[in-house]
């Protein structure tokens, strides 16, 4: 019962039919007959009319990282401060350096009496061997993973894509980051490249939506129900402090198969439709539909200054090529295409107009909007969107722009390959 009332904030609900006005492909022209861009104070209200009645948080405070170890520092330190729970899910959890660290950190919560739940997906975190996860045990950590591989196996291309931390449901960490070396910048074992990544720390009422979120992973992984309000203990961190000036206001925008997935992708499109200025989007993986591509290139044609930061090296070459399928509609049309050399591109960000921000898990791929269960947030702050562009623009100075001319040079190999991936995007 507990665990019901809190996946009961869950919006919106699980089979709900969007109007047809706001599905993604209308939505845009619904916007601007009644928006007057992203800084219309009804946005707010419109958004919460796409995602079923799901709440905007106000108030709360928002900070971003760019940078691998100063996240893992501030989600252990989140753990560490916790007195009541600790909600930890990730798609990738790994036996390493980084893995660790926050077994520990979890381990001593649990010890001093804190409720530890730790939700991995099983695939994703495939090389992580069972006796990592009995230590976990050992300590009073309560762990499940997500879809295991022979358990169920109808449910296997239906993956846990999200990465949540939440503590005392007052403090709260998503975007695209896994716990590994590779993220946190920890290299001691050389195991695998630098990912370049973005995470958001939330703390305010946000993080309670961010709780029921992993709820509803949890409990499908057959977690023991988590209680609607834990007892109240001192505020995890700086979550203790109201927000200065107002705070961020926050959307958190969830999705899993039959829930939430057409949702998402209208919110996408009504922020695409709506910008004037600036359409800035970073993807890790990118192998897009028509309809975002179409989306896309709109507003480039209109005079916004699309951009789209994709990476140059990748861990899944085939996604790679699917998005080079599209690369010479989207020059074309004007939108400027740039990939990223200095580490394996993994964030996944959008900011508009200097004035929205989304951060999360979700790839622009096929996948995320149709079989993940995916986290992104939307946060309205300008302070967030200027340092989202400005980590945007930092990027972009160890990035190599696509020339139109250049890329219609290349070799008839890569052409074909595109091509093939592209076709087969859907699958990917």
């Given amino acids: 019962m507990a665990g019901r009332a809190l996946t009961s904030l869950l919006r919106p609900v699980a089979g709900r039919r969007l109007p047809r006005e706001l599905r993604a492909h209308r939505v845009g ?3 601007r007959r009644t928006l007057g861009g992203l800084r219309d104070p009804a946005l707010c209200k419109f958004i919460s009319r796409i995602d079923g009645g799901a709440p905007i948080h106000r108030g709360n405070r928002v900070r971003l990282f760019t940078d ?12 560490a401060g916790a007195e009541r729970e600790v909600l930890c899910e990730a798609y990738i959890f ?6 660790h660290a926050f077994r520990d950190a979890l381990s001593a919560a ?13 695939w994703g975190s495939l090389s992580t061997g069972s006796a990592f996860w009995r230590g976990m045990g050992a300590h009073g950590i309560e762990v499940r993973l997500f879809h295991r591989l022979f358990r169920h196996l109808w449910w296997q291309a239906f993956r846990d894509h999200r990465k949540i931390l939440v503590a005392d449901r007052r403090l709260a960490f998503t ?25 958001l720390e939330v703390g305010g009422s946000a993080a309670v939506e961010l709780a029921a979120v ?7 992984a057959g977690g023991r129900p988590l209680d609607p309000e834990p007892a109240p203990g001192r505020a995890a961190g700086r979550a203790a402090e109201p927000a200065e000036d107002g705070g961020s206001r926050v959307h958190v925008l ?4 039959d829930r939430g997935h057409h949702e998402t992708a209208s919110v996408l499109a009504t922020v695409v439709a709506l910008a004037e200025e600036r359409l800035w989007l970073t993807a890790g993986y990118f192998a897009p539909g028509r309809l975002a591509v179409r989306l896309i290139t709109a507003a480039a044609t209109r005079g916004v200054d699309v951009r789209l930061l994709l990476p140059a090296r990748t861990d899944v070459p085939i996604v790679r090529h699917a998005g080079h399928g599209w690369y010479r509609r989207l020059l074309k049309a004007g939108v400027r295409v740039f990939e990223y050399r200095a580490a394996i591109l993994h964030a996944k960000t959008l900011v508009a107009d200097g004035t929205l921000s989304i951060v999360g898990s979700s790839n622009l791929d096929v996948r995320s909007f149709r079989f993940n269960a995916e986290c992104n947030v939307v946060v309205l702050d300008d302070g967030l969107a200027g340092e989202l562009a400005a980590a945007f623009e930092r990027d972009l100075t160890e990035s190599e722009e696509i020339d139109l001319a250049a890329w219609r040079r290349r070799s008839v190999f890569h052409r074909a390959a595109d091509r093939v991936a592209r076709w087969l995007s859907p699958l990917l």
């Fill in 94 to 99: 790994t036996d390493d350096e980084t893995g």
């Fill in 68 to 79: 691998g170890a100063e996240a893992t520092a501030a989600m252990l330190g989140a753990i």
């Fill in 110 to 122: 649990a010890v001093r009496g804190v409720r530890v739940c730790v939700l991995a997906d099983a």
């Fill in 175 to 199: 975007g695209g980051m896994n716990i590994a070396d590779e993220y946190s910048g920890s290299f001691r074992s050389k195991r695998a490249e630098r990912m370049r990544d973005t995470h």
């Fill in 29 to 31: 022209v619904t916007a």
């Fill in 254 to 257: 969830d999705s899993r198969p």
């Fill in 214 to 220: 992993f709820a509803e992973g949890w409990e499908r």
